[in-house]
């Protein structure tokens, strides 16, 4: 059939049913033995503009009048995409189709339609669409403007206010990790880094959801890198990244920017039973068991104990080490010493700043257990020199001249 064919076959339906159409035309013509060719590429591409986004009027044309969708027409795309993906049993399949409608994504609208999509797809804890969009993430590449603004979407609507959905989000670890591990990998991108004299700090109900995740599943972190994606013919995959060297950051810039004593986090309470003893009453069964909340500081304990458990569980058995960058944590020095300096510059010593010393020691850790279990990828000798500019401290001193000697 030929594109005039093609298009006017999909001019007999009004939207969204078109819309519908369209994706099962794109797969015939993305989806098979050999890569599309660069006819069937822009075929593709046309049906999209003008039957999916409504981006072109029904003459081909760019809509003058704005075109694109109204908010119903979203919402409607939306669920058959989700519709599509859901029963779409090829992973290539769903992958292909998934990125000829946002790869290029040079469209704010088609973004924000993406944006609603994942949200959406967080709240019903839909896997199949999860795990597109993770894909999306990582051939995009988790720290592009794309994916950072997509990412601060679902962060706004899902993790800023303590919700009843906790229990669902933290379920994601285990039906959708490659995507989990994704997302981590572009949230540590916007917080914890020292923007214009300010540093931005991860909202309390993320850093739980985060922490939960990262603790409760040593492997979450490899994900994206143990699960090669699903791509269609002829593409070029992306790297995946982890997102360990941005936790590392994080839990060891955290003393130097939270207090001891900041503001706690609530966690919900559980029922415990109690068996039911005679002559009691149906209300006396259920017992509540209310844990202590965790502080923020508390919440990056742990989390820094389950970033070396991943570290460990990161370990190589063949091949060169992908788990972490070593300009990643040599990129660690700089802020550390812009510290330092502004505690000299008080009159304080570094050697008894507490605040200082568990920055380093987490540093410390977090190199011992990454280079200790083969982690490491990059120069070594510069992370090295690096971390030898920082100020004095024992861990960090031991671990730095044990390295250089045995490179």
């Known amino acids: 059939m030929s594109?005039?064919?093609?298009?006017?076959?999909?001019?007999?339906?009004?939207?969204?049913?078109?819309?519908?159409?369209?994706?099962?035309?794109i797969e015939q013509l993305l989806v098979g033995r050999a890569a599309p060719s660069n006819k069937q590429l822009d075929?593709?591409?046309?049906?999209?503009?003008?039957?999916?986004?409504?981006?072109?009027?029904?003459?081909?044309?760019?809509?003058?009048?704005?075109?694109?969708?109204?908010?119903?027409?979203?919402?409607?795309?939306?669920d058959i995409i989700c519709d599509y993906l859901s029963a779409c049993t090829n992973e290539i399949t769903k992958n292909t189709v998934f990125l000829s409608l946002f790869g290029g994504m040079e469209?704010?609208?088609?973004?924000?339609?993406?944006?609603?999509?994942?949200?959406?797809?967080?709240?019903?804890?839909?896997?199949?669409?999860?795990?597109?969009?993770?894909?999306?993430?990582?051939?995009?590449?988790?720290?592009?403007?794309?994916?950072l603004q997509l990412v601060e979407n679902v962060i706004r609507d899902h993790f800023y206010l303590n919700t009843s959905n906790q229990v669902a989000l933290k379920s994601l670890a285990n039906s959708a990790p490659q995507f989990v591990s994704n997302f981590i990998t572009a949230v540590t991108e916007l917080y914890m880094h020292d923007a214009q004299?300010?540093?931005?700090?991860?909202?309390?109900?993320?850093?739980?959801?985060?922490?939960?995740?990262?603790?409760?599943?040593?492997?979450?972190?490899?994900?994206?890198?143990?699960?090669?994606a699903a791509l269609p013919s002829g593409s070029i995959p992306m790297a995946a990244v982890t997102p360990l060297a941005g936790l590392i950051h994080w839990c060891a810039l955290a003393p130097l920017y939270i207090d001891d004593d900041s503001e706690m986090v609530e966690i919900p309470e559980v029922p415990m039973k109690k068996i039911k003893l005679e002559g009691e009453t149906e209300r006396s069964i259920v017992k509540t068991v209310t844990h202590k909340p965790l502080s923020e500081s508390e919440l990056y304990m742990r989390l820094h104990l389950g970033v070396l458990h991943s570290l460990r569980a990161g370990r190589r058995t063949h091949g060169p080490p992908t788990a972490v960058n070593a300009q990643h944590l040599a990129a660690?020095?700089?802020?550390?010493?812009?510290?330092?300096?502004?505690?000299?510059k008080r009159g304080g010593k570094l050697q008894i700043d507490d605040?200082?010393?568990?920055c380093l020691d987490r540093i410390g850790q977090a190199v011992q257990v990454a280079l200790a279990n083969g982690c490491v990828y990059g120069n070594i000798n510069n992370l090295l020199a690096a971390l030898d500019t920082l100020p004095e401290n024992r861990l960090l001193r031991i671990i730095i001249k044990t390295h250089q000697q045995i490179i």
């Open 332 to 344: 660690l020095a700089p802020v550390v010493q812009t510290y330092a300096h502004s505690v000299l």
């Open 107 to 147: 469209s704010q609208r088609r973004l924000k339609i993406l944006s609603i999509l994942a949200s959406m797809a967080v709240s019903a804890s839909s896997t199949p669409v999860l795990l597109a969009v993770g894909v999306w993430l990582q051939q995009m590449g988790c720290s592009s403007a794309q994916s």
């Open 355 to 358: 605040k200082l010393q568990d």
């Open 197 to 228: 004299g300010t540093t931005k700090l991860p909202p309390k109900n993320l850093l739980e959801i985060i922490t939960s995740w990262v603790y409760s599943n040593p492997t979450l972190c490899m994900s994206a890198q143990l699960n090669p």
């Open 43 to 78: 075929v593709a591409m046309d049906i999209i503009s003008e039957f999916v986004f409504c981006e072109a009027d029904r003459r081909g044309g760019r809509d003058r009048r704005g075109g694109g969708l109204s908010p119903l027409q979203e919402l409607q795309l939306i």
């Open 3 to 25: 594109l005039s064919d093609l298009k006017h076959s999909l001019r007999k339906y009004e939207f969204p049913v078109c819309a519908k159409e369209a994706l099962s035309r």
